[in-house]
């Protein structure tokens, strides 16, 4: 009689923001893999990697900028995948160790919401790659097709995000691998076609070449990895109890970093051969009829993006005190993005607009991702109070507002930092709206450090607070403890003088 391996089970995930009790985190390093690759196979990054190109930048500069940069920003996102495999916890409640327990629920409802917006984003992407599959084999629909098709993808999605963490690590099991087989043939026949300019380049020496290069970091360079860190922890957290943080760092760094630069530079290196920024047109252009059975599998690449926003903004809502069943969240989360989809398909120029919004709004991120890291391996050593995480719950807290979490419920420390980090990473950054333009950047040419100005400031700054309020704590203490001291010297020795004349004083009134 046979036995079926429980990790590779497609059972409904009825877990919440609770902790992963040990016998349910079943997941191994190499499913995290897979995860992450899938989510990471996408035509976004064609158009990211070739940006470099579309900014002055020589292939070679190019690929090196992104193989480089995401050393960095995937290796930051391995060491966040450790804190949830660590604790068992999602990310966002990770965060209440950090925020305090209502502190925490500022960057919660930051996260659902943006969370929610790329699944609408990302849905209307993929049109254009279906679109364009379809205007290949001869089938021209219009808006009605595009809402079929939209419906469809969305019924997709949708439905592995409801069933949750064991369907999505089902299925990117299955189909990442097939994908990154036919992704390997892309790559071999775009170096068999395409012969594009290693060192040709329209940005000169100096200035424009460094804003170049910055803002490629911001993009697809060190950005890429800082902008997956709030979903992080929200899938580590099913890790095998026995897994070494070494194995979870290695399998889910590698995950987005193989596929992140392998697709941009495959992007760069077709933009450098002539064939544009767009997603379809630069398959169509390398490879003609032989685009279509590609282009459907890399469609694969948003709705595994997708099937990941719409858990982790589950996740994100009931972190913040929302208390309904995690799938049911999921469905309202993915029929909220189904309108957001259908205000696109009809105005494709907003659609634009915002998906620009978006992609500036991260700029969030790199402040908050530093705070964490400090907090979580610099000041507590790694480790946290799992219970203390969900004490102080709003039904338990005193009418007085008194909390009883280890934690608190409002951070200042770590709330102020966060503030100021976001206006250091805006000071410095140059988005593709005026709004998203900071005062650095403009002064420095368009150069974009947001990611860097943001980190640093926040990260710092929560650092000198944390340790001088350490400091005053410590200091508040041995002072108690000494006057504690002194009384009692002082009303010992009182005592016992007290205690030695009484005698002398009855002697004499005695004799």
Same mark, same amino acid.
Not at 14 to 20: K, M, T
Not at 129 to 139: D, S
Not at 306 to 320: E, G, H, P, R, T
């Given at each position: 009689m046979t036995t079926i391996d429980q990790s590779e089970a497609v059972r409904f995930d009825?877990?919440? $923001?609770?902790? $992963?009790p040990a016998a349910a985190r079943d997941s191994t390093p190499w499913q995290q893999f897979w995860i992450w690759s899938g989510a990471n196979i996408a035509p976004i990054n064609w158009v990211l990697g070739a940006l470099g190109i579309s900014l002055g930048l020589t292939l070679l500069e190019t690929v090196a900028v992104i193989a480089l940069g995401n050393l960095v920003g995937c290796a930051v996102f391995g060491l966040f995948n450790v804190m949830g495999h660590r604790t068992g916890v999602n990310q966002m409640v990770l965060g209440r160790a950090v925020f305090g327990r209502r502190g925490a629920i500022i960057p919660g409802l930051v996260q659902g919401l943006l969370a929610m917006g790329w699944v609408g984003v990302n849905t209307w992407v993929v049109l254009d790659? =279906?679109?364009? $599959?379809?205007?290949?084999?001869?089938?021209h629909g219009g808006t009605t097709l595009k809402y079929l098709v939209a419906g469809l993808i969305m019924v997709v999605q949708l439905g592995l995000a409801l069933f949750g963490f064991y369907a999505?690590?089902?299925f990117e099991k299955y189909t990442v691998p097939a994908t990154v087989l036919l992704m390997a043939v892309m790559t071999v026949l775009a170096v068999a076609q395409v012969h594009p300019q290693w060192g040709a380049g329209t940005a000169a020496a100096g200035g424009s070449k460094l804003t170049a290069v910055t803002q490629l970091l911001t993009a697809i360079g060190i950005g890429w990895g800082i902008s997956w860190l709030p979903y992080s922890a929200d899938y580590s957290r099913f890790i095998r109890v026995g897994v070494s943080d070494r194995k979870v760092f290695w399998s889910t760094a590698l995950g987005m970093y193989v596929p992140t630069v392998w697709l941009a530079a495959l992007g760069a290196y077709l933009a450098g051969g002539g064939g544009g920024a767009d997603p379809s047109s630069l398959v169509t252009s390398a490879f003609g009829v032989m685009a279509i059975p =590609?282009?459907?599998?890399?469609?694969?690449?948003? =709705?595994?993006?997708?099937?990941?926003?719409?858990?982790?903004?589950?996740?994100?809502?009931?972190? =913040?005190? $929302?208390?309904?069943a995690r799938w049911k969240i999921t469905l309202i989360a993915g029929l909220v993005a189904s309108v957001v989809l259908a205000v696109f398909v009809q105005a494709d120029s907003f659609a634009h607009a915002f998906d620009q919004w978006m992609a500036s709004i991260l700029v969030w991120i790199s402040p908050w991702a530093s705070i964490v890291l400090i907090d979580f391996f610099v000041l507590r050593r790694g480790r946290v109070d799992v219970p203390a995480l969900y004490d102080g719950e709003p039904s338990e807290s005193s009418l007085s507002g008194s909390s009883p979490s280890l934690y608190g419920l409002v951070n200042r420390n770590a709330l102020i930092s966060l503030g100021i980090g976001l206006v250091a990473a805006w000071s410095w950054q140059y988005g593709l709206t005026p709004a998203t333009q900071g005062p650095i950047a403009l002064a420095t040419n368009g150069t974009d450090f947001s990611w860097l100005s943001g980190s640093l400031v926040a990260g710092g700054l929560y650092w000198l607070l944390s340790t001088r309020t350490a400091r005053a704590s410590a200091t508040g203490q041995a002072t108690g403890r000494a006057a504690g001291q002194v009384t009692g010297r002082a009303t010992g020795q009182t005592t016992g003088r007290a205690a030695g004349r009484t005698p002398q004083r009855a002697r004499k009134r005695i004799g």
């Open positions: 009825a877990h919440g $923001i609770e902790p $992963i790659l =279906v679109m364009a $599959i379809l205007a290949q084999m001869g089938v999505i690590r089902t =590609v282009l459907l599998l890399i469609m694969h690449g948003p =709705v595994a993006t997708n099937i990941l926003n719409l858990y982790s903004c589950s996740l994100a809502a009931l972190s =913040v005190g $929302i208390r309904i």
